[in-house]
């Protein structure tokens, strides 16, 4: 498998990308979305895309259906499987696919992303990381801020990781949950200060740092979507 920058893999990495997702999430992930993510992050010169928390690759194929060239990577072991394997071989040999595209998927944690990826290496990193345990019956407020408060221990130091991937001008667009408990607002991992002490620039500017939220109705758990930039 190939690395950005000319890097390379460890030896006996298992590849691929599953044919459905296998992250735990209290929330389908859409091709929908994920094509509605990639299209937040695209800038006018973008060829290269990681998702971070790859798990079955819905991601990386919206990415390949607008012939890019994807890494993928992800700390999962479900992840990572023979279901895996098979898949990325159909993406390589498929006839409506390019298999130059498939670049390969590694097993990094979000958390630890600069130890398998060089500096500067991206246009565009995008993704759905943990979105916490799943819910039933309505949601005290003291567990969603506890659930959210926990959460912060892999969000700040994974979007710390990106910036460091990111290539200047690339952009990131990364799906971190929320939550709506039965009384009050909507409860947010606590990220907006330290993104804009990190040097990242709010891609959507009337937003500022505020990101977009995507939920259905009825549901505990929604997908805040952070949209943003590193500068030139």
Do not use: H
């Amino acid at each position: 498998m190939e690395k950005p920058n000319g890097s390379s893999p460890r030896k006996n990495m298992p590849t691929g990308i599953s044919a459905s997702r296998t992250a735990p999430s209290a929330v389908d992930f859409s091709p929908k979305l994920a094509r509605q993510m990639v299209n937040l992050a695209r800038t006018q010169d973008m060829k290269t895309l990681l998702d971070p928390f790859c798990g079955s690759g819905v991601i990386l194929s919206e990415g390949l259906a607008l012939k890019l060239c994807v890494w993928g990577s992800d700390f999962r072991d479900e992840a990572l499987g023979d279901q895996s394997r098979e898949n990325l071989e159909w993406f390589r040999t498929g006839s409506t696919r390019n298999p130059e595209l498939v670049k390969g998927l590694t097993r990094v944690d979000a958390r630890q992303l600069s130890l398998s990826f060089r500096p500067l290496s991206f246009d565009a990193v995008v993704g759905e990381g943990d979105l916490g345990p799943p819910l039933r019956g309505p949601v005290p407020r003291k567990t969603a801020i506890s659930l959210a408060k926990s959460l912060e221990r892999l969000y700040i130091p994974t979007f710390a990781e990106i910036r460091t991937i990111l290539k200047p001008g690339g952009r990131v667009c990364l799906a971190v949950p929320f939550w709506i408990p039965e009384k009050g607002d909507p409860i947010e991992v606590n990220l907006k200060r330290r993104l804009a002490l990190m040097g990242y620039q709010p891609v959507l500017p009337d937003r500022g740092f505020d990101p977009l939220q995507y939920n259905r109705p009825g549901q505990r758990v929604g997908r805040a979507l952070y949209v943003l930039e590193s500068p030139l």
